[in-house]
């Protein structure tokens, strides 16, 4: 079993930044590939960016080139920079591990974290 708890989100105002978190707990966290997805009212869940087991990262065409994914396997921690954020941006994110990367990426992984709100304002 893994517990994934998400932190660092808030509001910003356009062209901002964050620093998302996830801190896992339990049992073989590098046997895992994780990702970040948000949900959000007009588009509904979306997926950001993942990282799979090898260190390949993946990412959504409306993030490449302001959203950096990456992870501290030593502290279990996985992150998400997120830059010149737009509104468009807004929605809740939440973590997600699976050690198969097929299931985590059609988004039905076998962990969720519980979300972390970010608003962008314009």
């Known amino acids: 079993q893994v517990l994934l708890v998400e932190s660092g989100g808030g509001s910003v105002q356009a062209g901002g930044s964050l620093r998302l978190s996830c801190a896992a707990s339990?049992?073989?966290?590098?046997?895992?590939?994780m990702g970040w997805f948000r949900q959000t009212p007009g588009k509904g869940r979306e997926r950001v960016a993942l990282?799979?087991?090898?260190?390949?990262?993946t990412y959504a065409g409306s993030v490449k080139g302001r959203f950096t994914i990456s992870q501290d396997n030593a502290k279990k921690t996985l992150y998400l920079q997120m830059n010149s954020l737009k509104p468009e941006d807004t929605g809740m994110y939440s973590c997600?591990?699976?050690?198969?990367?097929?299931?985590?990426?059609?988004?039905?992984?076998?962990?969720w974290g519980q979300g972390t709100q970010v608003t962008v304002s314009s």
């Open positions: 997600a591990a699976d050690p198969i990367l097929g299931r985590l990426w059609i988004g039905d992984p076998a962990y």
């Open positions: 339990g049992d073989s966290y590098g046997s895992y590939c």
């Open positions: 990282v799979d087991r090898a260190g390949t990262t």
